[in-house]
T-cell receptor
């Protein structure tokens, strides 16, 4: 099992540029989560999907952030335009259901640096 | 709303020392409780879990007991190793509705030889 796959692993960009982060969940999982991790704020849930439909995007910091899940095997998180304060590690996770027993599997993360 | 409170780190221990990382929670209903671990440069991975009161989760020498009366799920290990250096996250998920995990802020553990 390949696990959750994220790309790129590292991204360095300049302020104002568009950034697209990609995630492939574990096959068969019906929930997908995007998180952001910083030293100051810890781990924050940005948005999550169920069967490709966004369920809760209340964690998305502002309109510059958008996420899509066009099919069960692919999701993107886009930042446009990017700002230095967006620098963080972004994690994607997936699970089969969200019932109390269900484990979330995390990808290795994308480390984003906005200069 | 549901929340998890962990002891603040960093925690620095010598090899073979006893480890306790405190975790308490607030939740409606009866949640499942989890400990996740994040090794340097990696994503989070499940360390152990407990789904009902008095359950004990265990893995890799780590243990945690679901204490409903004190709403706690403290992580313990009898003898830590340098390889246990990581960030540890306590989390909960309730059975009611389709809700994602609620994480604590994480506790960084450094074990020195």
């Amino acid at each position: 099992d390949a696990g959750v796959i994220q790309s790129p692993r590292h991204e360095v960009t300049e302020m104002g540029q568009e950034v697209t982060l990609r995630c492939k969940p574990i096959s068969g999982h019906d929930y997908l989560f995007w998180y952001r991790q910083t030293m100051m704020r810890g781990l924050e849930l940005l948005i999550y999907f169920n069967n490709n439909v966004p369920i809760d995007d209340s964690g998305m910091p502002e309109d510059r952030f958008s996420a899509k899940m066009p099919n069960a095997s692919f999701s993107t998180l886009k930042i446009q335009p990017s700002e230095p304060r967006d620098s963080a590690v972004y994690f994607c996770a997936s699970s089969l259901g969200t019932g109390g027993y269900n484990e979330q599997f995390f990808g290795p993360g994308t480390r984003l640096t906005v200069l | 709303g549901d929340s998890v409170t962990q002891m603040e780190g960093p925690v620095t221990l010598s090899e073979e020392a006893f480890l306790t990382i405190n975790c308490t929670y607030t939740a409606t209903g009866y949640p499942s409780l989890f400990w996740y671990v994040q090794y340097p440069g990696e994503g989070l991975q499940l360390l152990l879990k407990a789904t009902k009161a008095d359950d004990k989760g265990s893995n890799k020498g780590f243990e945690a007991t679901y204490r409903k009366e004190t709403t706690s799920f403290h992580l313990e290990k009898g003898s830590v190793q340098v390889s246990d250096s990581a960030v540890y996250f306590c989390a909960l998920r309730t059975f009611s509705g389709n809700t994602p995990l609620v994480f604590g802020k994480g506790t960084r553990l450094s074990v020195i030889a």
